[in-house]
């Protein structure tokens, strides 16, 4: 399993709309093969930072099977106009502790 | 609920002990009131990056009780020397989707 991370900086005079926009997006992501799971957290230091976590079985679902879908199209025309700088994508292994 | 977020840069030089350094502390953590659960991720693109999640009941839990705590030093005798640059802390409310 990985966890993809995203810090998304959202347009300051877009922000009250993006929480819609990202309940209408999670119906797309959610509906590609190895997606697992994903979460949306608020920043309580920097007004209009979020933090956007996704499971995926493998790496390359997200890479290359989310980002060449039908469903990531969707996914882009409904959030990428909201960010500002354009978010950087790690993924990242969870360590046995 | 609370999540608190960390990015860890690890020296290179260190990075072969962090991992069991980060296993002892996190009894530590874990024994905090206020403490709900951890997860250590290590990224895929940058070597020697972490992530570092923590989920609290409350912010106070982690700045004050955590921060002003005997199992605080014993994290920071622990863990603090293995970063650069020392990492910045956010802590995010979970979005309802």
């Known amino acids: 399993m990985i966890l993809e991370k995203a810090v998304l900086n959202v ?4 922000q009250k709309t993006f929480e819609d926009a990202f309940r209408q997006a999670s119906v797309y ?16 230091e ?6 956007l976590l996704v499971t995926w079985q493998t790496v390359e679902d997200h ?6 879908s039908e469903a990531y199209n969707e996914w882009k025309r409904l ?6 700088p354009f ?10 502790l």
Chains 1, 2 share one sequence.
């Not at 890479?63 to 060449?68: A, D, E, N, V």
């Open 11 to 14: 347009k300051p005079e877009l």
């Open 63 to 68: 890479t290359i099977g989310f980002r060449q």
């Open 87 to 96: 978010p950087i994508v790690e993924h990242y292994k969870k360590i046995e």
């Open 46 to 51: 920097q007004e209009n930072q979020y933090l």
């Open 29 to 44: 992501i959610s509906s590609v093969k190895g997606y697992v799971n994903h979460e949306l957290h608020i920043c309580l």
């Open 79 to 84: 959030l990428h106009h909201y960010y500002e």
